[in-house]
């Protein structure tokens, strides 16, 4: 069996991964860990990491932030607090996979304990880009340290071949977003007509 860690930071980001996470959960020869941290465990985003328990799933871990403002030192020494946080969770687990996605600057010390603890990362949605902050550089670090990149499109799977990773591991997958909207039932008219208080014209 697989012994499989999964860190979440945000609602946004762990609504993205839930389906993966329906899968991982059913699966028998694997032992799947969730990581709550960040937004998930501050009271003024709403305390999320209760919507993943709501829906079933087990936190093995939850490492706080205190992410009182967000301004550079706020964030800078969150950051050192969730490396403590993990490095004493990986002194005692041992992982075969570490599973994270996107560019928030809580994944960057996932990877940088992963990367010690010689345990391989598999980054979702590598090779996009974030225009106007410091998480397109990130995003490009973390594939950097990733081992698996699972991208959303061809030219992201393109853009992680050129920064070196070996193609054979980076595999386009697609959007997991994308399996979010197919699994919502679709609305009938009346439906929508009754939403919007307005009568909609033809079939």
Same mark, same amino acid.
Do not use: W
């Given at each position: @069996?697989?012994?499989?860690?999964?860190?979440?930071?945000?609602?946004?980001?762990?609504?993205?991964?839930?389906?993966?996470?329906?899968?991982?959960?059913?699966?028998?020869?694997?032992?799947?860990?969730?990581?709550?941290?960040? @937004?998930?465990?501050?009271?003024?985003?709403?305390?999320?990491?209760?919507?993943?328990?709501?829906?079933?799933?087990?936190?093995?871990?939850?490492?706080?932030?205190?992410?009182?403002?967000?301004?550079?030192?706020?964030?800078?020494?969150?950051?050192?607090?969730?490396?403590?946080?993990?490095?004493?969770?990986?002194?005692?687990?041992?992982?075969?996979?570490?599973?994270?996605?996107?560019? =928030?600057?809580? @994944?960057?010390?996932?990877?940088?304990?992963?990367?010690?603890?010689?345990?391989?990362?598999?980054?979702?949605?590598?090779?996009?880009?974030?225009?106007?902050?410091?998480?397109?550089?990130?995003?490009?670090?973390?594939?950097?340290?990733?081992?698996?990149?699972?991208?959303?499109?061809?030219?992201? =799977?393109?853009?992680?071949?050129? @920064?070196?990773?070996?193609?054979?591991?980076?595999?386009?997958?697609?959007?997991?977003?994308?399996?979010?909207?197919?699994?919502?039932?679709?609305?009938?008219?009346?439906?929508?007509?009754?939403?919007?208080?307005?009568?909609?014209?033809?079939?």
């Amino acid at each position: @069996m697989k012994k499989i860690c999964l860190v979440t930071g945000s609602r946004a980001e762990y609504g993205i991964m839930k389906p993966l996470i329906q899968r991982l959960s059913k699966d028998k020869e694997v032992n799947l860990q969730i990581i709550a941290t960040a @937004m998930h465990l501050e009271e003024k985003y709403g305390y999320t990491y209760r919507q993943i328990e709501e829906d079933g799933f087990d936190i093995a871990y939850k490492v706080p932030l205190h992410l009182y403002d967000t301004d550079r030192r706020t964030v800078s020494t969150a950051m050192a607090h969730l490396q403590l946080g993990l490095t004493k969770i990986f002194d005692k687990e041992d992982y075969d996979l570490v599973i994270i996605l996107g560019d =928030r600057y809580e @994944m960057l010390p996932v990877v940088n304990v992963a990367l010690i603890y010689n345990v391989p990362v598999c980054h979702l949605h590598g090779g996009e880009t974030s225009l106007g902050n410091f998480d397109e550089y990130i995003r490009h670090a973390i594939t950097k340290m990733s081992h698996l990149h699972l991208v959303s499109t061809e030219d992201f =799977r393109q853009r992680v071949i050129q @920064m070196g990773e070996q193609p054979q591991f980076v595999i386009n997958t697609g959007a997991l977003g994308v399996e979010n909207a197919l699994s919502i039932p679709p609305l009938t008219k009346e439906a929508i007509e009754k939403q919007l208080g307005i009568a909609l014209e033809g079939s």
